[in-house]
């Protein structure tokens, strides 16, 4: 079974204080990128692994899809989710994606957000999201960005003349990272992004778009703190068609 990281109180506190949180989808910088590798929802049954508090599940509806079913592991964040959502179009499920089970070829559009970097077995569900969508779906995913995952030396290097650059601590080796965010020992996995990308196309997926994001120069004049995020990438997004 994966962590559950989210159902830690001291975890689940934190993480409700963040923008994203408190304002969804608009308080993601990565968001109106993510958004832009979405197909028309008008019609589509949507899976979304990893839902959290639900802000995508409603987005797809309000955006035209049929039904939607989103997963999640944290009892705590299904239940916020069901207490924000009036809509018999939306079903919420706990699941763990590192064992998930999907029936076959019943999806026209999987989506995930920063929920795969805490699957061990990603390949496995790769698979399972194949099976689970209907010829020429879309998956579009985020996940933390693989540099970013391997950069878990704290602080800054600042050579001679004063630049700084984020360090990279062993990017090649690939596998379980515990970080101290929100909450002590937080498992990730960690893997390169031609890993990655591989297990997709080995899998059965056309990779049609890749995007190492960074915040616009808009994005951080309304939010200074994320200039450090130009320094290097913190998030990963991904779109592919299921062959």
């Keep these: 079974m994966a962590q559950n990281i989210y159902d830690d109180p001291t975890f689940f506190a934190g993480y409700s204080g963040l923008p994203r949180s408190v304002d ?75 064992h998930l089970d999907l029936p076959q070829a019943v999806f026209d559009l999987a989506y995930s957000s920063l929920a795969l970097h805490y699957v061990e077995d990603l390949g496995r569900l790769f698979a ?28 800054w290097i600042t050579d001679a003349e004063g630049h700084k650059s984020w360090p990279v601590d062993s990017y090649h080796l690939e596998g379980p990272r515990r970080t101290d ?11 390169t992004l031609g890993t990655t990308l591989n297990l997709l196309i080995r899998n059965g997926f056309a990779i049609r778009h890749v995007e190492d994001f960074a915040p616009s120069e808009a994005d951080i004049a309304a939010r200074p703190d994320l200039a450090e995020e130009r320094e290097r990438p913190m998030f990963l997004l991904v779109a592919a068609d299921r062959a």
């Excluded at 933390?144 to 602080?155: D, K, L, Q």
């Excluded at 909450?183 to 960690?190: N, Q, T």
């Design 24 to 98: 969804g989808l608009a308080a993601a910088p990565e968001w109106p990128a993510l958004r832009a590798l979405l197909p028309d929802m008008t019609g589509l049954r949507v899976v979304d692994l990893g839902c959290g508090f639900g802000w995508f599940c409603r987005f797809a509806r309000e955006a035209g899809a049929a039904r939607v079913l989103g997963l999640d592991i944290s009892e705590r964040m299904l239940t916020r989710a069901r207490g924000e959502t009036r809509d018999n179009g939306i079903t919420y499920e706990r699941a763990d994606l590192e």
């Design 128 to 155: 399972t999201v194949h099976r689970a969508l209907v010829p020429g779906a879309r998956f579009v995913f985020s996940i933390e960005h693989p540099i970013f995952m391997a950069s878990r030396r704290p602080g």
């Design 181 to 191: 965010w929100l909450a002590e020992g937080v498992l990730k996995y960690h893997r």
